[in-house]
């Protein structure tokens, strides 16, 4: 089995339950309030281990409990965090999350520790980039030092993952031909190539841009519609299976992190696909970020049963 490192943020949540989402202005009661460890590195390290994938993170937290929580969580589903910071003087990052009844989320995030995830810092843990087979990210620390780590793996051969998750309005080209596999939803892969990306045929046309700039492939993640995948030479559409969701969050990273431990076995690309569309399909159905992460064996199961 390859080596993963998943280079990215940890927060902690602070779910609030509510009926429907607030408007501006608006006072309304909450139903139920959690403090739950997420942040969308911490994520997809914790579902790489919980999947059984080899998973090294690297990343920055507080010296709080919430630095402890996260952590723990991540040791816990058998990360190798020997390398995250720890840092006295900045506190853990911080995730302000609304889930409503329906499922949907909006989050605000305190970046806190994770701003600290800079250059110097990853230069110093070069030797997890040597080490690594995969390298997977997202884009919730500072920007130009995940993209400098992101060019650096390439040109040490290694296979990278982009999750390009929040995303900015654009990512300069020479960072796109250093990705392998970029897998944004509809809403990032419009925001990053300013094209729509609801329809088939426009999420194509936009997954073009990308392809055009050197990205290895575009594996669009279209919710209960499954996954899109454009590369130069096939456009494949991958339904997924149904579902009910009541929690939407981390949903995307348990699917990065599925593909990603996938490609770490030598799965085929069509494999990879469906396991990550159902360990994903699993996890909106719990409560939480890594709470609703599932396990390897709760997948193996669904793949299984329906013979996916
Ligand atoms: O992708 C979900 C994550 O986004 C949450 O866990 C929250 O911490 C934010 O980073």
Same mark, same amino acid.
């Given at each position: 089995m390859k080596k993963i490192l998943v280079v990215g943020s940890s927060n902690v949540d602070f779910v609030l339950g509510v009926k429907e989402m607030p408007k501006i202005?608006?006072? @309304?009661?909450?139903?139920? =309030?959690?403090? @739950? !460890? $997420? $942040? %969308?590195?911490?994520?997809?390290?914790?579902?790489?281990? %919980?999947? $059984?994938? /080899?998973?090294t993170f690297l990343s920055c937290v507080g010296l709080d409990s919430m630095g402890d929580l996260v952590l723990n969580s991540l040791k816990s589903a058998n990360v190798d965090v020997s390398a995250v910071q720890r840092l006295d003087n900045t506190p853990? $990052?911080?995730? =302000? @999350?609304?889930? /409503?009844?329906?499922? /949907?989320?909006?989050? +605000?995030? @305190? !970046?806190?520790a994770n701003g600290k995830c800079n250059s110097r810092f990853y230069e110093s843990h070069s030797d997890l980039v040597d080490q690594a087979d995969i390298v997977l990210t997202q884009l919730e620390t500072p920007l130009d030092d995940i993209y400098a780590l992101l060019k650096q793996a390439k040109a040490? *051969? %290694? +296979?990278?993952?982009?999750? !390009?998750? !929040?995303?900015p309005d654009n990512i300069p080209d020479d960072v796109l031909a250093a990705v392998d596999w970029i897998t944004p939803n509809e809403t990032e892969l419009s925001r990053i190539t300013g094209m729509p990306a609801d329809t088939l045929e426009e999420i194509s046309a936009a997954a073009a841009i990308l392809l055009g700039k050197g990205v290895g492939n575009v594996l669009v993640t279209i919710g209960s519609r499954g996954v899109f995948l454009c590369s130069k030479t096939e456009q494949i559409h991958y339904p997924t299976i149904h579902t009910t969701a009541v929690d939407t969050t981390a949903a995307g990273d348990t699917f990065n992190a599925a593909f990603t431990v996938a490609l770490s076995e030598g799965k085929t690309v069509a494999d990879a696909i469906r396991f990550a569309n159902t360990a994903a399909s699993i996890?909106?159905?719990? %409560? *939480?970020a890594q709470t609703s992460i599932p396990s390897r064996e709760e997948v193996d199961i669904i793949v299984k049963d329906n013979g996916i």
């Open positions: 202005g608006e006072t @309304i009661r909450g139903i139920s =309030f959690a403090n @739950i !460890p $997420g $942040g %969308k590195g911490a994520n997809q390290a914790c579902a790489c281990g %919980k999947l $059984g994938g /080899d998973c853990t $990052g911080m995730a =302000f @999350i609304m889930v /409503d009844q329906t499922g /949907d989320n909006s989050i +605000v995030v @305190i !970046p806190g040490a *051969g %290694k +296979v990278t993952v982009l999750n !390009p998750a !929040p995303a996890s909106v159905t719990r %409560k *939480g």
